[in-house]
């Protein structure tokens, strides 16, 4: 498990290498803890792509993305269910991707978290797994 209380890439101190072909996987969003009592925490989770290990600016690309605490809009959505559920350990939160993007193959992924308002702070783990398709 990881605690983060500020903006910051994921535990992983390097990128995934998910390898030279396309992929289509899962995000997943293990999440123990999310704090939302003062109303104004916002918890934006991304999975970034690249095929600069470096992840050099300029050579990133948004591969998934999940908004926790967005209060703006909270009369469209209605209110935020309780994270973890009641009687549940953790939310599991899976987040569909493909590492081709604009025709481009993206090689490596990594995690990132930007993280605002009052006092914030998520407890989560977090992996990416390849999406498997059934064909009869």
Known sequence: MQTMTATGLMAASSPTDIGAGMMHGLMVLDISNLKVS????????????????AFANGNVELLAFHDFGVR???????????????????????????????????????????IAGTAPTVTFRSWIAPKRMVVP
């Open 38 to 53: 003062a109303t104004d925490e916002s918890y934006k989770f991304a999975l970034l792509g690249s095929n600069d290990a």
């Open 72 to 114: 703006q809009f909270s009369p469209l959505l209605g209110a935020t269910p309780a994270i973890p559920p009641t009687g549940l350990a953790g939310s599991l939160i899976y987040l569909p991707f493909s590492n081709l993007m604009q025709r481009i193959v993206y090689r490596y992924a990594r995690g990132y978290v930007a």
